[in-house]
């Protein structure tokens, strides 16, 4: 089994900065793409930013302010958030796409979601 754990996430003034961490383990042969949606009260979930072996991506609103890095050694990828404004308050879910074996599919794997609140 796989599992992705959450860490970081709190109550922070607007302009304020957090730091998320996932780690994932457990029977992981690669992981191709490792990334961080949101999710407000009443609103669909969002990516917020992704990177795989070739790309990284980041929402329109986050650009800028956001930055996303991975430790392949570690299984672990990070958000480092600055200027944080009160519309960044969501759900923050951590995401990876990961195969078990050298052939076969890709399956996705979710955490649990962890709290930000930017607010005075």
């Given at each position: 089994?796989v599992?992705?754990?959450?860490?970081?996430g709190?109550?922070?003034q607007p302009?304020g900065?957090?730091?998320?961490?996932c780690?994932?383990?457990?029977?992981?042969?690669?992981?191709n793409?490792?990334g961080?949606?949101?999710q407000?009260?009443?609103?669909?979930?969002e990516?917020v930013?992704?990177?795989?072996i070739a790309m990284?991506?980041?929402?329109?609103?986050?650009k800028?302010?956001?930055?996303?890095s991975?430790?392949?050694a570690?299984?672990?990828v990070?958000?480092?958030?600055?200027?944080?404004?009160?519309?960044?308050t969501?759900?923050?879910?951590?995401?990876a796409?990961?195969?078990k074996?050298g052939?076969?599919?890709?399956y996705?794997?979710w955490?649990?979601?962890?709290?930000?609140t930017?607010?005075?």
């Amino acid at each position: 089994q796989v599992q992705l754990v959450e860490s970081g996430g709190g109550l922070v003034q607007p302009g304020g900065s957090l730091r998320l961490s996932c780690a994932a383990s457990g029977s992981i042969f690669r992981i191709n793409a490792m990334g961080w949606y949101r999710q407000a009260p009443g609103k669909q979930r969002e990516l917020v930013a992704q990177t795989t072996i070739a790309m990284t991506n980041y929402a329109d609103s986050v650009k800028g302010r956001f930055t996303i890095s991975r430790d392949n050694a570690k299984n672990t990828v990070y958000l480092q958030m600055n200027s944080l404004k009160p519309e960044d308050t969501a759900v923050y879910y951590c995401n990876a796409l990961i195969m078990k074996l050298g052939i076969g599919p890709q399956y996705d794997y979710w955490g649990q979601g962890t709290q930000v609140t930017v607010s005075s």
